[in-house]
């Protein structure tokens, strides 16, 4: 059974559309990849799912239930967590408090211990600075935040807006490992990069966007050796 | 020691500007909008007092908490009937709709009670303090006041360490990313309003126990100068609340006395035309980052 189903999902600003009916499906245990160029309309897809846009057409069922218009704040309760584009960490707020956050919607303070636990095994750096505010942290730290502050909520499934934006080559593969850990975790990862290359050499299966169509789809390694694909989107 | 009596003044108004200063910072600060009509909750604060105490007797201290509570469901109704619908309007319309509200809350002030100036019975039971054999007398209300003023300070500053204050805190930085967190903004948008307007009912129990004169214009003039001490402290700061207010009372009182009671309002306005020419954040203000 699909965890998480897009159907004809249209998504306008004002009267621009800016998803045209788009389909897609994410698998429990999947790494899905949504590529495309600046403007494709990856972010928008991602915003709507979780309920910071609403569509004006189609259906999002997530685990069977519809959730096309349950707001924001409720869906990560059900499981499903978004690091945002551009990280968007509290940079007023220390990184441990960020991370408290991420855990807003439990209530079980043992639970949360364990998750915290979990994720400062997984970012020691965070742990190492968990007193300093967000603001003064790299880039790349800030990454790991928004990342480490996703899984506080444990999700069944994670959405990752451009997590390699902006960042330095070492830690581009550190982020691309980590999502593949989270992955061997048991969590469901939706990824959307413009890094089509690295993208697709941790996902399963990709869905190939372009100005708000998706235009191709499959597994991953077919899409990687498409020559289509290749040209327009990997550089070769 | 008249200049240190006029300071205890000074510090005394500067309390309640702070403490009204503090709703208009916490909701500039998480619904980024200026609610003007903020001062007239002290006002309709300041009434139910009156009324409960002159009317039906009530116990003062119950007629507080009777004020608190009124003036909290009022400001939660205004968030929610004036300001929500526009959520997502130009600031410019939520501004005059918040002006609007100021004038509705005054005129119905005035058709219920009148425009005739009430006399207020100061709530404060607290003896005066004789202090350097009788040169300095700090009155009952000043003391009150200025105690208050420092616990609710304290009393926010804790909040704020919880997990409503971090989720206003985390709203206030990012509406989005905080609802990503399961952070229901609506509602933290209306605890705001609820703090600041129940604060807004102790402001105005002070102010007219202080200056026992009301009519439905009291809260205006104070509501207009906490403002100046919000911005001036650096909106969207507590801290910046209490330091702006508490400068702003002593300035007010120290001009008064020394250079002219007509004057007075004239130089605390300068004083903010200058402080904002040159820190136009404020004295605490948050620089405003750059999004990468």
């Known amino acids: 059974m699909s965890m998480l189903k897009v159907t004809d999902m249209e998504v306008y600003y004002g009267v621009i559309q800016a998803i045209k009916g788009i389909s897609f499906e994410v698998n429990e245990g999947e790494v899905i990849a949504l590529i495309g160029a600046n403007g494709a309309g990856k972010t928008t897809i991602l915003h709507t799912v979780t309920g910071l846009i609403e569509p004006k057409a189609g ?178 | 020691m008249s200049f240190l009596s006029y300071l205890i003044n000074g510090i005394s108004l500067g309390s309640v500007y702070a403490i009204i200063a503090l709703g208009y910072s916490m909701v500039y600060g998480i619904a980024k909008m200026l609610n003007f009509a903020h001062g007239d909750v002290i006002m309709i604060g300041g009434f139910v007092v009156f009324t409960a105490t002159s009317a039906t007797g009530m116990n003062p201290l119950l007629a507080v908490l009777l004020s608190v509570v009124v003036c909290t469901v009022l400001g939660v109704v205004i968030e929610k009937v004036a300001y929500r619908p526009l959520r997502n309007a130009s600031p410019l319309a939520v501004l005059i709709t918040a002006i609007g509200v100021s004038y509705l809350l005054q005129n119905v002030a005035l058709l219920m009670f009148g425009a005739n100036p009430k006399s207020f019975t100061s709530v404060v039971k607290v003896p005066a303090l004789n202090l350097v054999g009788g040169d300095l007398i700090i009155s009952g209300e000043t003391i009150v006041t200025i105690v208050s003023c420092l616990v609710i300070m304290a ?132 620089k405003i980052s750059e999004k990468v």
């Open chain 2, 155 to 286: 009393a926010l500053s804790m909040f704020m360490k919880t997990k409503p204050g971090q989720a206003m805190l985390a709203v206030s930085e990012d509406k989005g990313a905080a609802q990503l967190m399961g952070v229901n903004v609506n509602a933290t948008i209306s605890l705001t309003f609820a703090i600041g307007s129940g604060l807004a009912a102790i402001a105005g129990v002070l102010l007219c126990s202080a200056y026992p004169s009301l009519t439905p214009y009291t809260g205006s003039m104070p509501g207009i100068k906490a403002f100046v001490a919000a911005v001036f402290g650096g909106i969207g700061s507590i801290p910046g609340a209490l330091i702006g207010g508490l400068i702003l009372g002593v300035i007010e009182i120290l001009s008064k006395a020394y250079i002219s009671s007509q004057l007075s309002d004239a130089i605390v306005f300068g004083v903010l035309i200058i402080v904002l020419l040159v820190k136009p954040t404020g004295i605490l203000g948050k």
């Open chain 1, 59 to 236: 259906k999002i069922e997530f685990e069977g239930k519809d959730i096309t218009k349950t707001p924001a704040h409720k869906i990560v309760s059900m499981g499903m967590a978004h690091v945002p584009e551009g990280r968007r960490v509290f940079a007023q707020l220390s990184v441990y408090e960020n991370l408290k956050l991420g855990a807003y919607t439990r209530s079980d303070k043992n639970e949360m211990e364990e998750t915290l636990k979990m994720v400062y095994k997984r970012f020691p750096r965070l742990e190492e600075r968990k007193n300093q505010l967000a603001g003064t942290l790299s880039g790349g730290e800030q990454q790991m935040l928004a990342m480490g502050r996703a899984l506080m909520s444990h999700p069944k499934i994670i959405l990752m807006d451009e997590p390699s934006m902006g960042l330095s080559p070492i830690f581009v593969n550190e982020i691309f490992d980590i999502i593949q850990e989270v992955s061997a975790g048991g969590t469901t990862v939706l990824l959307v990069e413009q890094n089509a290359k690295k993208a697709l050499s941790i996902a399963d299966r990709a869905y190939v966007l372009e100005t708000g169509n998706i235009v191709l789809t499959g597994a991953a390694k077919d899409l990687m050796n498409d020559e289509s694909t290749k040209k327009a989107y990997l550089g070769e």
